[in-house]
């Protein structure tokens, strides 16, 4: 195989035996003290000869449990269609680790309720919510008043591919409502939350990072087989200074690419 590792010190060592020191048992800390080098440089050598470390990652090594990734919830018991799977809001709450403390909003709220602390927000009055309000517009809060924002917005979506557009329009259907285009929401839905409070959403599409947040984590839901597949996006709303330290950081890389670009 050409060598395409460069670098004095990764062409002097022992490759073939990194490779193997690393799918012993040795970890790649133990492996990079062995040869006195870091552990990104094992790093690049196992990963350019395809010998990375993923056995506990295989299929065969998967207890029954492990088979099952993201979330199986039951289905749906409610009368009316679009409810949350069964047992997704306290897989949630436990995920979460959300309190009696924490102040909540469920947005689209449908028919949940809502316990006390926490607040719904729906278009449809019939549903009784805390806020009958349209989410495409202002929404009726305050800045940073909630903890932990939950939506389960229509899954409605405009798809572009190969100039034509498919359109998926559950909304009308459905809750005789208008489509809402995803992100038509999400600004006013990032104001009301405070910051470093959580903003999951419940969709068909893998939602992008909104403005001034982190993505956390990401569970697929499926309430078992035949059943659609959808992805719960969690993210962080930033602090004032986490947001100062990215685009500091942003500006920095900015610099070094323009130094770069006016060396070459
Ligand atoms: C997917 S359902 C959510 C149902 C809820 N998860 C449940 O378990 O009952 C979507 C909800 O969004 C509401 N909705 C539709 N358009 C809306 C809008 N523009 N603003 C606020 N709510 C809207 C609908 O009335 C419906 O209740």
Known sequence: MALTLKGRLVESLDHMQICKDLQSDMTYHEVAEKHGCSKGTVHRIVNHYDMMKYKKNR????????????????????????????????????????????????????SIG???????????????????ADARETFPMGDNTYDVLISDPPYDCEEESNAKVVKIHYSNPLWETEPVRP??????????????????????????????????????????????????????????????????????????????????
């Open 59 to 110: 299929i065969t090594d998967q207890s029954v449990h492990g088979k099952r990734r993201g979330w199986a919830c039951g289905r749906p018991t409610a009368k009316y269609k679009g409810a949350y799977p069964n047992g997704f809001l306290k897989r949630l709450d436990k995920l979460l680790g959300i309190t009696e403390e924490d102040k909540v909003l469920h947005l689209f709220s449908g």
């Open 114 to 132: 809502g316990r006390e602390n926490e607040d719904t927000m729906d278009i449809q009055k019939d549903h009784n919510p805390t806020f009958v």
């Open 183 to 264: 992100y038509s929401w999400m600004n006013e839905a990032v104001r009301v939350t405070k910051e470093g409070g959580y903003i999951c959403v419940l969709h068909h599409l893998t939602y992008k990072t909104p403005k001034n947040c982190v993505r956390e984590m990401m569970v697929s839901v499926t309430c078992g087989p035949n059943t659609r597949v959808r992805i719960l996006s969690i993210f962080r709303k930033m602090t004032k200074e986490e947001v100062i330290a990215a685009e500091k950081e942003t500006q920095l890389v900015r610099e070094i690419k323009n130094a770069i670009e006016s060396t070459n």
